[in-house]
Each structure stands twice: as C-alpha cells, then as structure tokens.
C-alpha cells in the first residue's frame, strides 16, 4: 500500500496552527493509513515579548495583537478564544511547550524502540498537542507554565515525575533541537508548514483544507516518485 508521509510544522502558540489543526485531524480520517503525519515545532515564538514589542509595538502592542487574534478567529467557529488569551495571558515563549511536548515523544517511543509509532491520532503526543492549544486559545491559560505542562501530562495519562526526567537529563532538550535543525534543513519559514513528496511539495499558513487533501491525493496516485510534482 503506497503511503504519503507528511511533515507537519507548527508552533503551540500560532493561532494558524490552531485553526489548522482540524484539517491535519481530518487528513486522518479522510486517508487513514495510507497517510502517516510526522508532527515536528518550529519556533515562530521564542521571546514572545521581543517578538510583539518588534512587530506590533507600532500596532497596539499587546492588546493590538490580542485583538488581531480575535478578529482572525471570528471566521473560523470550529475554534473559541477565551477573551484573555494574547491580553492578559501572554507566554514567555513558546519553548516551553516545545520542550513538554519532546518529552512526550520520547516517553510514547523510547529511543531503543525500532518499532512504527502510532498513528497520529492514537499518540500521546498528539493528545497535548490539542490539550496545551486549547488550554491557551480556549481556557486563556499560560501554557508556558510547569504547573499547566504537570496538569496536562496528568489528562493524557503520563506521569509527571516521566516527563522531569527526560528534561532534567537534556534528551527533551536534545529533541527540541533536532526539530529546529529539521526546520532549518526543509526552509521551514513559519507556522504552519506542511511538507510531503520528500519536501517537493510545501503548503504554508491558512491553506484550506481540499488543497491539503489534494496535494495528499497528488503524492498518493500522481507522480512517481522521482519526477518532480506539477502542484
């Protein structure tokens, strides 16, 4: 059975990644096996405060882009904002969560482990993923904060005391980095970024959700796989 593998970039704090985060849930359903979804972070904020003091310091600071987030997600109902999120709720960084998530990883497939990961829906990684968006986006919580990292490995049936040793020994750490190497080694510009047919085909941003799903069936039925893709 051919297979399309699918790297999916993103940041926790993005609110693109947010809004997309169904469309890459429904790429699961659509496909099933037949698509196998890489999830990876890229780092779009890694010093939130620098980042909005740059980029919107001239727009409203803080409450501009608390807003501007606000406005994008009025036109997306799949997805709630709780009024707090990006005014007064602001993460240091975005990290944090990164680095939570690493650890998650590594707990649902240890390293000496040469068997396939789950698939996308089942990992537990994945659980956090949505568990730590919809705790700031909908909840209005810091996800940068231990305490939410403590909660949310207890809903998805990690043990806390799991996740601090594999960052108090650097290897969620080490993880991280592979990641941002891996961004640096496809181009990977922003979130969120898919990329398929061994990096040929790249969607960036708010890309809806048939063209995904077509580029998919492009990797699936279309090319083979050492011409070039006409998408």
């Avoid at 970024?193 to 708010?206: H, Y």
Wanted: aromatic share 8%.
């Amino acid at each position: 059975m051919t297979t399309a593998r699918l790297l999916y970039f993103s940041d926790i704090l993005c609110v693109w990644a947010y809004v997309a985060q169904r469309r890459i849930d429904q790429l699961t359903e659509t496909f099933g096996e037949r698509v196998r979804i890489d999830a990876h972070v890229c780092s779009v904020f890694p010093d939130v405060k620098e980042k909005i003091a740059r980029q919107w310091g001239h727009r409203g600071g803080q409450q501009g882009y608390g807003e501007h987030v606000q406005q994008v997600l009025e036109g997306f109902p799949h997805v709630s904002l709780h009024p707090d999120t990006w005014v007064r709720t602001v993460p240091a960084t975005s990290a944090g969560a990164h680095m939570f998530l690493k650890a998650v990883e590594l707990i649902e497939r240890p390293a000496e482990t040469d068997a396939e990961p789950a698939a996308y829906p089942d990992r537990p990684s994945t659980a956090a993923a949505h568990a730590l968006r919809h705790a700031f986006f909908a909840e209005g919580r810091d996800i940068s904060d231990w305490d939410v990292h403590a909660e949310i490995a207890q809903q998805i049936g990690i043990e806390q005391k799991d996740i601090e040793a594999e960052i108090k020994s650097s290897r969620a750490l080490a993880a991280l980095e592979a990641d941002y190497a891996l961004c640096q080694q496809h181009g990977i510009g922003g979130s969120p970024t898919v990329v398929l047919n061994e990096g040929r085909q790249r969607l960036f941003g708010n890309v809806g959700y048939r063209l995904i799903e077509a580029n998919v069936h492009e990797v699936l039925e279309g090319a083979h796989p050492d011409e070039a893709s006409w998408c």
